[in-house]
């Protein structure tokens, strides 16, 4: 299971898809 192997997918939250595109 790749939970948080891949923070880029996990884009529940809009802050969250914010970080995953900051960290991209």
Do not use: D
Not at 2 to 20: D, L, N, W
């Amino acid at each position: 299971e790749h939970r948080f192997s891949k923070p880029r997918v996990a884009g529940s939250s809009p802050a969250e898809r914010a970080i995953s595109y900051f960290i991209s």
